[in-house]
Nanobody, 125 residues
Framework: QVQLVESGGGLAQAGGSLRLSCAASGRTFGTYTMGWFRQAPGKEREFAAA????????YYADSVKGRFTISRDNAKNTVYLQMNSLKPEDTAVYYCAAKVPGYGDLYRSNDFAFWGQGTQVTVSS
């Protein structure tokens, strides 16, 4: 099992920044793909960003590209999501997730096996 714990959510003004963290523990997951998904009230969970642990390649939804940056700290087993130029439409619960490499599609939430509890991000206009 892999345990994921998110932190860093909160309230920000439009144009502001927040950084989310996802600390991973449990069995060795050194090659897992890590993703951030988000779910706004009344909407389906959607892909935001992902990073492949094995080579560090990053992937972004069009809606966050150029504003969000996903990164990792291997020594701390932690993944980050730096969110800049925040917009009210970024308001959602943000979830960290882990996917077995080579399995499924990193843009699809159903292909991620492990999930954190989520952290609320609220952006005011």
């Amino acid at each position: 099992q892999v345990q994921l714990v998110e932190s860093g959510g909160g309230l920000a003004q439009a144009g502001g920044s927040l950084r989310l963290s996802c600390a991973a523990s449990g069995r060795t997951f050194g090659t897992y793909t890590m993703g951030w998904f988000r779910q706004a009230p009344g909407k389906e969970r959607e892909f935001a960003a992902a990073i492949r642990w094995i080579d560090g390649n990053t992937y972004y939804a069009d809606s966050v590209k150029g504003r969000f940056t996903i990164s990792r700290d291997n020594a701390k087993n932690t993944v980050y999501l730096q969110m800049n130029s925040l917009k009210p439409e970024d308001t959602a619960v943000y979830y960290c997730a882990a996917k077995v490499p080579g399995y499924g599609d990193l843009y699809r939430s159903n292909d991620f096996a492990f999930w954190g509890q989520g952290t609320q991000v609220t952006v005011s206009s």
